[in-house]
């Protein structure tokens, strides 16, 4: 709520005896506690989730309004407007109900609804809230769609209590695989700030990435990002100076879009694979083989149709150097 709202709340509030008995205030709408036109959602919307707390004083704690000020009933106001259930309905305050419903998300809220569709945008907050949520959760081009819990903590909210002024964070297991501990540290944020993210996802452990804690405001992503294009780890110069594509070893990831040369993207069935904790090497069905990190002396190695089946890869030399 603006400092100047909020004073003039204080303001009424204060003068109890004028309020009341409600004999100096007009009955116009916006004449009175409130500024003109605060029916308007983008208003008194805005001040409700900044402190809810604060309109419950007068328009009571079930929001149905009456009391010694009879106030207007905020429940039968927003059903009147179509949303008889607002107080559980998700995209209420945040998210789109028109978005498709991604059955991949658990069912939150009554009406119950696929928790995608109560991601910002839209929302209340300014830039910083809305961030990236879009790339993870909506349009998610390179990886599954993300979960909330990934992010968020493992339960979501179900009621009122969580509009607090403060973002729950609360990182899920692809976030802090390999034991990273992600930034910033879980718990309550204040809204709105602006956040730089370091995770597993991001590349916290992983060679050769660019830019490993990204801006929840930043650009998209690229394949460089995250890790290198190969990354600076074992052999992957070699293979790759040789002409080889990500797909002749990621085979269940990557893949090259036909008549193009060296263009790499993740397939779709691939998504599923791709910054999910684990590194898959799968090596293209054409070589016959299987990565095995324990060859070679711990080294790992592939016995395949390039490095003779069965026997150490690479001239036993192994993977890493
Ligand atoms: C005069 C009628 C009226 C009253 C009284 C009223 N509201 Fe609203 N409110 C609306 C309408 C209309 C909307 C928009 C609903 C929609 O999106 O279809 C809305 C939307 C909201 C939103 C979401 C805003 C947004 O832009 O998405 C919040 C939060 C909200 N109201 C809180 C409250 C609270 C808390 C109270 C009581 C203290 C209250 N309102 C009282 C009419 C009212
Ligand atoms: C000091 C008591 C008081 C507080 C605090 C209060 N209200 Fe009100 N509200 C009233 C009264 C009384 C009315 C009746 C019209 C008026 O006086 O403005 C009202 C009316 C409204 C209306 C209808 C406005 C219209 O033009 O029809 C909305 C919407 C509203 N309040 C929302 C809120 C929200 C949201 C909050 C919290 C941010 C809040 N109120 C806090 C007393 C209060
Ligand atoms: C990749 C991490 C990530 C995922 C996944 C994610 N969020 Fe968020 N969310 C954030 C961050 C970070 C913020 C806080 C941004 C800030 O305050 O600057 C936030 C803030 C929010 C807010 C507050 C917006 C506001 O107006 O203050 C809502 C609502 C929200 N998330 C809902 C969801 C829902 C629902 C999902 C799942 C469909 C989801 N988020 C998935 C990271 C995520
Ligand atoms: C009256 C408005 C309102 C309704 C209704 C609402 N939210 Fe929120 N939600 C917010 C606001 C505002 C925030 C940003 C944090 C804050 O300011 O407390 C938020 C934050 C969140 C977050 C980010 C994590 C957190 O706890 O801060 C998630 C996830 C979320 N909401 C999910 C839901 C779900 C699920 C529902 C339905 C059960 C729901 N919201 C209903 C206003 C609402
Ligand atoms: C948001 C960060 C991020 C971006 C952007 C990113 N990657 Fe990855 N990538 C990862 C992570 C994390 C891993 C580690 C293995 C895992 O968890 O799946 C990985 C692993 C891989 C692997 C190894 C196979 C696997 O699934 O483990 C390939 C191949 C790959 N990425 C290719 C790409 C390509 C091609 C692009 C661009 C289209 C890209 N990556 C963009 C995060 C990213
Ligand atoms: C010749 C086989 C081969 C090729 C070709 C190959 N990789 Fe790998 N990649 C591996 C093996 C084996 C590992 C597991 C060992 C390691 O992490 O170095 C791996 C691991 C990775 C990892 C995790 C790295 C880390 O820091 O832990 C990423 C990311 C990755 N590859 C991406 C790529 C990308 C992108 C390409 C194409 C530009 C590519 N790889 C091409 C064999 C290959």
Same mark, same amino acid.
């Given at each position: 709520?603006?400092?100047?709202?909020?004073?003039?709340?204080?303001?009424?509030?204060?003068?109890?005896? $004028?309020?009341?008995?409600?004999?100096?205030?007009?009955?116009?709408?916006?004449?009175?506690?409130?500024?003109?036109?605060?029916?308007?959602?983008?208003?008194?919307?805005?001040?409700?989730?900044?402190?809810?707390?604060?309109?419950?004083?007068?328009?009571?704690?079930?929001?149905?309004?009456?009391?010694?000020?009879?106030?207007?009933?905020?429940?039968?106001?927003?059903?009147?407007?179509?949303?008889?259930?607002?107080?559980?309905?998700?995209?209420?305050?945040?998210?789109?109900?028109?978005?498709?419903?991604?059955?991949?998300?658990?069912?939150?809220?009554?009406?119950?609804?696929?928790?995608?569709?109560?991601?910002?945008?839209?929302?209340?907050?300014?830039?910083?809230?809305?961030?990236?949520?879009?790339?993870?959760?909506?349009?998610?081009?390179?990886?599954?769609?993300?979960?909330?819990?990934?992010?968020?903590?493992?339960?979501?909210?179900?009621?009122?209590?969580?509009?607090?002024?403060?973002?729950?964070?609360?990182?899920?297991?692809?976030?802090?695989?390999?034991?990273?501990?992600?930034?910033?540290? +879980?718990?309550?944020?204040?809204?709105?700030?602006? $956040?730089?993210?370091?995770?597993?996802?991001?590349?916290?452990?992983?060679?050769?990435?660019?830019?490993?804690?990204?801006?929840?405001?930043?650009?998209?992503?690229?394949?460089?990002?995250?890790?290198?294009?190969?990354?600076?780890?074992?052999?992957?110069?070699?293979?790759?100076?040789?002409?080889?594509?990500?797909?002749?070893?990621?085979?269940?990831?990557?893949?090259?879009?036909?008549?193009?040369?060296?263009?790499?993207?993740?397939?779709?069935?691939?998504?599923?694979?791709?910054?999910?904790?684990?590194?898959?090497?799968?090596?293209?069905?054409?070589?016959?083989?299987?990565?095995?990190?324990?060859?070679?002396?711990?080294? +790992?190695?592939?016995?395949?149709?390039?490095?003779?089946?069965?026997?150490?890869?690479?001239?036993?030399?192994?993977?890493?150097?």
């Amino acid at each position: 709520m603006s400092a100047s709202r909020i004073a003039r709340i204080a303001l009424v509030t204060g003068a109890s005896a $004028l309020v009341a008995c409600g004999s100096s205030r007009s009955d116009s709408p916006g004449q009175g506690v409130h500024p003109v036109a605060y029916a308007d959602p983008a208003l008194h919307g805005a001040d409700a989730i900044a402190s809810l707390a604060l309109c419950q004083g007068c328009h009571q704690s079930t929001f149905a309004g009456g009391g010694p000020l009879h106030t207007p009933s905020c429940n039968k106001c927003h059903a009147d407007a179509g949303h008889p259930d607002w107080q559980t309905d998700c995209t209420f305050c945040h998210g789109d109900a028109a978005r498709a419903a991604d059955p991949g998300y658990p069912l939150v809220g009554s009406p119950a609804i696929t928790a995608n569709l109560a991601a910002p945008p839209s929302s209340l907050g300014t830039n910083n809230v809305v961030g990236a949520h879009v790339a993870h959760v909506v349009t998610a081009a390179m990886a599954s769609p993300v979960q909330c819990s990934q992010c968020h903590g493992p339960s979501l909210p179900t009621n009122l209590d969580h509009v607090d002024g403060s973002v729950l964070i609360g990182w899920g297991n692809v976030a802090s695989a390999g034991n990273v501990t992600p930034s910033p540290a +879980g718990g309550n944020v204040a809204r709105d700030q602006l $956040l730089t993210c370091a995770n597993y996802c991001h590349g916290a452990t992983l060679a050769g990435g660019t830019d490993t804690s990204p801006s929840w405001n930043g650009p998209a992503r690229t394949c460089t990002s995250c890790h290198g294009l190969p990354p600076p780890t074992g052999r992957h110069d070699v293979h790759v100076s040789l002409g080889m594509a990500c797909s002749y070893c990621h085979f269940a990831t990557a893949t090259e879009p036909v008549g193009t040369s060296n263009v790499e993207v993740i397939s779709s069935s691939g998504k599923a694979l791709h910054v999910n904790g684990v590194k898959d090497v799968v090596l293209e069905p054409v070589v016959q083989g299987t990565w095995d990190p324990t060859q070679n002396g711990g080294k +790992g190695g592939c016995a395949s149709l390039c490095h003779g089946y069965g026997g150490p890869s690479a001239n036993g030399t192994g993977w890493n150097p």
